[in-house]
């Protein structure tokens, strides 16, 4: 059963990013999204699982959209991204994915991690 998890880290602070919500959808081939769950990271800018584990995922196409603007709210920055979307398919589903998120005010970049 194919497991989701992300983790967000601020490289301008160089610390985890806590308490963003994120957001996971389901993106069917016609474009709608069903919502899937919302969560937000933890001290460690961790999101462990971000579906309940009797939930089962489908191979296909998904989204995490992650809600930065109230994080760099917290710290008085604006938003110049107020979220990002990340989408992203599942094509094994013995497999787990892992999505990292590397955060600054102006920038972010994404990876499949392990």
């Given at each position: 059963m194919s497991t989701v998890s992300?983790?967000?880290l601020d490289t301008t602070r160089g610390l985890p990013a806590t308490d963003v919500k994120v957001d996971f959808f389901m993106?069917?081939?016609d474009g709608k999204q069903t919502k899937i769950s919302s969560n937000m990271t933890d001290?460690?800018?961790r999101v462990?699982?971000?579906i309940a584990q009797n939930i089962k995922l489908d191979k296909g196409t998904y989204k995490l959209?992650?809600?930065?603007e109230s994080?760099?709210?917290t710290m008085e920055i604006q938003a110049f991204y107020p979220y990002i979307?990340?989408?992203f398919n599942i094509f094994n589903l013995d497999q787990h994915?892992?999505?990292p998120l590397l955060l600054s005010p102006y920038g972010f970049t994404t990876y499949r991690g392990s």
């Open positions: 992300t983790h967000i993106v069917r081939a001290i460690n800018g462990g699982a971000l959209k992650f809600n930065t994080y760099f709210k979307e990340v989408v994915y892992h999505i």
